[in-house]
T-cell receptor, first 118, second 116 residues
Framework: AQKVTQAQTEISVVEKEDVTLDCVYETRDTTYYLFWYKQPPSGELVFLIRRNSFDEQNEISGRYSWNFQKSTSSFNFTITASQVVDSAVYFCALSGTGKNSGYSTLTFGKGTMLLVSP | GAGVSQSPRYKVAKRGQDVALRCDPISGHVSLFWYQQALGQGPEFLTYFQNEAQLDKSGLPSDRFFAERPEGSVSTLKIQRTQQEDSAVYLC??????????????FGPGTRLTVL
């Protein structure tokens, strides 16, 4: 069975601070993808980043960066110079192989609420 | 529209009523997923369609839940004899192609169901 754990329930920072959201996952699949989604108060899940299990190279995209470490099954997400508009719930998700291996579903963590104050 | 749309956005039902939730995926998207998101939790998988075929309904919590996608486009999630524990946000997602684990899912705004 797959599992995603986001130990941080809520994080509060002041604008311009850097913030890292933690994610630990469990899977028996050898091929999988990890995602981060943002859910603002409007409720819609917004795709942020995706990383496959074969590529542990960490990247930076604008103010977002991520640290994928297969050895510790972690996929942490960092926002640099946070802004008030970053306030939202952030979900880490893991793709898995469906029962017929012809599709994948997403297993989500419980989310981390990020509050950025001015 | 360009994105996934869902209707209604909010639904209040009395316990025991039947409800129907609609999802309009992005045009041309083959795969369609339904998720249930309880308050303070992450979304949990309910069911999956590939075109009109329902390939996986393992996440449906009971036989009161039924989903269909008869023409491979619009999908409806129906809940019969609603119970208070059914209160949640129901999210629909679509993706362009079938299979493959990297396939990005585009989510709709969800329908918030409250059962009194």
């Amino acid at each position: 069975a797959q599992k995603v754990t986001q130990a941080q329930t809520e994080i509060s920072v002041v604008e311009k601070e850097d913030v890292t959201l933690d994610c630990v996952y469990e899977t028996r699949d050898t091929t999988y993808y990890l995602f981060w989604y943002k859910q603002p108060p409007s409720g819609e899940l917004v795709f942020l980043i995706r990383r496959n299990s074969f590529d542990e190279q960490n990247e930076i995209s604008g103010r977002y960066s991520w640290n994928f470490q297969k050895s510790t099954s972690s996929f942490n997400f960092t926002i640099t110079a946070s802004q008030v508009v970053d306030s939202a719930v952030y979900f880490c998700a893991l793709s898995g192989t469906g029962k017929n291996s012809g599709y994948s579903t997403l297993t989500f963590g419980k989310g981390t609420m990020l509050l950025v104050s001015p | 529209g360009a994105g996934v749309s869902q209707s209604p956005r909010y639904k209040v039902a009395k316990r025991g009523q039947d409800v129907a939730l609609r999802c309009d995926p992005i045009s041309g998207h083959v795969s369609l997923f339904w998720y249930q998101q309880a308050l303070g939790q992450g979304p949990e998988f309910l069911t999956y369609f590939q075109n009109e075929a329902q390939l996986d309904k393992s996440g449906l919590p009971s036989d009161r839940f039924f989903a269909e996608r008869p023409e491979g486009s619009v999908s409806t999630l129906k809940i019969q004899r609603t119970q208070q524990e059914d209160s949640a946000v129901y999210l629909c997602a679509s993706s362009l192609v079938r299979g493959v684990t990297y396939n990005e899912q585009f989510f709709g705004p969800g329908t918030r169901l409250t059962v009194l």
